[in-house]
């Protein structure tokens, strides 16, 4: 149980476009999401936590308006990374929780390149 | 702030070489502190999570356990596909949005030889 999973899981973008990543727990209801970023041999880094039918909240130094996240279910939370740029390229993991749990379990990531 | 230090950085063993991986945290108030495993390219694994010290918890050849400063992740004479980085992960007790963040330590890289 509590498999979560990420589409695309490779994505190559022109710079200027956008592109959007998909998270979804497979069997079990996700009232609080994560998206994090993560850098080659560095550590998670949050990005904004997602509730169920509420506004993400954005960590300080992450661009709300070019990082749009959506929970719109219980299953279902959206990345759209908007006008990415290359610098823009990383390693995107999404995690999700289940209410009255404290675990949070992790997708399997999106690499994305922006050329 | 919360901070979470593991170490070490990186460990090679050889195969059937036990060890334990260290994460040192200070946190206000701890509701819980996680361990993960992370292969190359891949989103973190969830191993165990703790809650109060004194409590242990074993998968087979992992045991973490828990104090009130520090989490050991005991490897019991580990296998080559035990090679993995180790992630520590404190959860703080708050009741507000900063309750749901997780802050992660930096990993510990390991690398277990046949």
């Known amino acids: 149980g509590a498999v979560v999973s990420q589409h695309p899981s490779r994505v190559i973008c022109k710079s200027g476009t956008s592109v959007k990543i998909e998270c979804r727990s497979l069997?079990?209801?996700?009232?609080?999401m994560f998206w994090y970023r993560q850098f080659p041999k560095q550590s998670l880094m949050l990005m904004a936590t997602?509730?169920?039918?509420?506004?993400?909240?954005?960590e300080q130094g992450v661009e709300k308006d070019k990082f749009l996240i959506n929970h719109a279910s219980l299953t279902l939370s959206t990345l759209t990374v908007t006008s990415a740029h290359p610098e823009d390229s990383s390693f995107y993991i999404c995690?999700?929780?289940?209410?009255?749990?404290?675990?949070?379990?992790f997708g399997p990531g999106t690499r994305l390149t922006v050329t | 702030e919360d901070q979470v230090t593991q170490s070490p950085e990186a460990l090679r063993l050889q195969e059937g070489e036990s060890s334990s991986l260290n994460c040192s945290y200070t946190?206000?108030?701890?509701?819980?502190l996680f361990w993960y495993r992370q292969d190359p390219g891949k989103g973190p694994e969830f191993l165990f999570t703790?809650?109060?010290a004194g409590e242990e918890k074993e998968k087979e050849r992992l045991k973490a356990t828990l104090t009130k400063k520090e989490s050991f992740l005991h490897i019991t004479a580990p296998k080559p596909e035990d090679s993995a980085t180790y992630l520590c992960?404190?959860?703080?007790?708050?009741?507000?949005?900063?309750?749901?963040?997780?802050?992660f330590g930096g990993g510990t890289r390991l690398m277990v030889k046949p």
């Open positions: 995690s999700a929780r289940a209410s009255g749990r404290y675990e949070q379990y």
């Open positions: 069997d079990f209801q996700a009232t609080t």
């Open positions: 997602s509730n169920e039918g509420s506004k993400a909240t954005y």
């Open positions: 946190v206000s108030g701890l509701r819980g």
């Open positions: 703790l809650y109060s």
């Open positions: 992960a404190v959860q703080p007790f708050l009741n507000n949005n900063a309750g749901n963040m997780l802050t």
